[in-house]
Structure formats: structure tokens, C-alpha cells
């Protein structure tokens, strides 16, 4: 049992460059959700999902683009890149309210 | 606009010794919280979480209290050993309100002295 997964792990982009960040989970989770971890700053969220083909935006959603075609699979997409977006970026799923979230291991992005 | 707020950036203790962390929200509509732990380059783990209709949880070593008052909550961590170092934040979500969003606070980073 894997959890939740992401890729890649670490990466470094271009100013304007363009990226999709993978997330999967094999819990047959209905929720998953995307944060971002800045420097001495706690999660906060870009967009979630509570199921197949229903996504909504978090707190910080600007910049970003997500899908959700598959129960499994929740890509988070960067389409004109841009050094605030710098960051962690963490994938989580959980079966629903009242449950806790699950984390994968994170994706380390630099965009210089 | 902070609505949960963990003051404290770092707590050092001694092994054995009982681990208080703090956390306070602003957002009344707030009512299940949620401690998570976090290790260096991993994702944060969940550890323990409370419902406003509780003022206390347990489990194990750790405590969570709630004070809906004064809209406190505390974490207890007792004894605490060395692998309990790492970095603690709490979440708050307004789950009547029908949110399913977490909103976590800058999290305590813990070292348990041996």
C-alpha cells in the first residue's frame, strides 16, 4: 500500500516555463487536496476535490490549475511559472470530512 | 488574517519530561481540530484530533485539550522522547459550516533533549 505518491520530487523551473505536479493515491479516497508550504509558514490550499470530476478552488488558488478524471489521480498544473511559487508543494487524500488526511512526501519547486 | 495561530515557533525539552503546545483560533465557526506531525523532507502525519462537542482526547502519549471559551487548544506529550522532535501544527476546520477545508496554523517545531 503506497498512500499518496508525488512526482517528482524536487524540481527547478524557468520563469514562464510550465509544469504539471502528479499526485496519486491507492486508499479509494474520495477527497484529495493540493497545499503549499512556504519558509516558516504552515499549508495552505491551492485546490481540493471531493470526488471524480469536482474540484474547487483553497485559499491560494491563483497561478494553478487542477483536474480530477480518476478516483486515483489528482495533477496539479503550473502554467506560467513565477519565482512566488516557489515552494513545497504537498498532495493529500482523505475518505472524507471528520477524516484525518493523509500527506505524500512532497514536491520541492524553485522557479528562478 | 491569522485564524490559527501557534505562537511559539520552537519548545526544547527533556526526554521524560511533559510537552505543551499551544494553539489558539480566532474563527468561531471552527469546530474539529486536528494535530499533525511533521519530519524533515516528509509530508505531515496526522496524529490526533478533537471535536468541539469533546474539551479532551487521548491517545497514548498525547493529550489534546479544547477550551472553546477562550478558543484554545493545547497538545500534550507525555513522556516525550526524542523521536517525538519535529515540527507540530495544529488545523482547524468548520465542518458544520459544510467546509471541508483545513486551515493549518505556522506549526512548533519541537526538540526532545535525551
Known amino acids: 500500500n503506497a498512500g499518496v505518491t508525488q512526482t517528482p520530487k524536487f524540481r527547478i523551473l524557468k520563469i514562464g516555463q510550465s509544469m504539471t505536479l502528479q499526485c496519486t493515491q491507492d486508499?479509494?479516497?474520495?477527497?484529495m487536496y493540493w497545499y503549499r508550504q512556504d519558509p516558516g509558514m504552515g499549508l495552505k490550499l491551492i485546490y481540493y476535490s471531493v470526488g471524480a470530476g469536482i474540484t474547487d478552488k483553497g485559499e491560494v488558488p491563483n497561478g494553478y490549475n487542477v483536474s480530477r478524471s480518476t478516483t486515483e489521480d489528482f495533477p496539479l498544473r503550473l502554467e506560467l511559472a513565477a519565482p512566488s511559487q516557489t515552494s513545497v508543494y504537498f498532495c493529500?487524500?482523505?475518505?472524507?470530512?471528520?477524516?484525518?488526511?493523509?500527506f505524500g512526501p512532497g514536491t520541492r519547486l524553485t522557479v528562478t | 488574517d491569522q485564524q490559527v495561530k501557534q505562537n511559539s515557533p520552537s519548545l526544547s525539552v527533556q526526554e521524560g519530561r511533559i510537552s505543551i503546545l499551544n494553539c489558539d483560533y480566532t474563527?468561531?465557526?471552527?469546530?474539529?481540530f486536528l494535530w499533525y506531525k511533521k519530519y524533515p523532507a516528509e509530508g505531515p502525519t496526522f496524529l490526533i484530533s478533537i471535536s468541539s462537542i469533546k474539551d479532551k482526547n487521548e491517545d497514548g502519549r498525547f493529550t489534546v485539550f479544547l477550551n472553546k471559551s477562550a478558543k484554545h487548544l493545547s497538545l500534550h506529550i507525555v513522556p516525550s522522547q526524542p523521536g517525538d522532535s519535529a515540527v507540530y501544527f495544529c488545523?482547524?476546520?468548520?465542518?458544520?459550516?459544510?467546509?471541508?477545508?483545513?486551515?493549518f496554523g505556522k506549526g512548533t517545531k519541537l526538540t526532545v533533549n535525551p
Open positions: 488545523a482547524a476546520s468548520a465542518l458544520k459550516g459544510g467546509s471541508e477545508k483545513l486551515v
Open positions: 486508499m479509494n479516497h474520495n477527497y
Open positions: 493529500a487524500s482523505s475518505y472524507g470530512t471528520y477524516y484525518e488526511q493523509y
Open positions: 474563527n468561531s465557526m471552527f469546530d474539529y
